[in-house]
């Protein structure tokens, strides 16, 4: 099993930021697809920003201009940079790793937008 852990998040005033971490237990450059997703109480699980082991990007229209997506080859790890947060970005915040046919989650890491 892959083990994925995020770390990061937290309570943010609007046109704040924080820097979501994955930290993963084998090479994250082993997966064809990392990414970010994130769900808001009574919503469906959507998807905020991916990147692929070529580092393409690609980025849900909501959060393009203010989110980045990284990765720390030294480190192992996975980012999400967030920028002028809004209210709407409220929501659990997973990690998600991706073969052909296999895909892992992480626990999720809570990031509330509230002044």
């Known amino acids: 099993q892959v083990q994925l852990v995020e770390s990061g998040g937290g309570l943010v005033q609007p046109g704040g930021s924080l820097r979501l971490s994955c930290a993963a237990s084998g090479s994250i450059f082993s997966f064809n697809v990392m990414g970010w997703y994130r769900q808001a109480p009574g919503k469906q699980r959507e998807l905020v920003a991916a990147?692929?082991?070529?580092?393409?990007?690609n980025y849900a229209d909501s959060v393009k201009g203010r989110f980045t997506i990284s990765r720390d080859k030294v480190k192992n790890t996975l980012y999400l940079q967030m920028n002028s947060l809004k209210p709407e970005d409220t929501a659990v915040y997973y990690c998600?790793?991706?073969?052909?046919?296999?895909?892992?989650w992480g626990q999720g890491t809570q990031v509330t937008v509230s002044s």
């Open positions: 990147i692929t082991s070529g580092g393409s990007t």
């Open positions: 998600n790793a991706a073969h052909l046919l296999s895909g892992y």
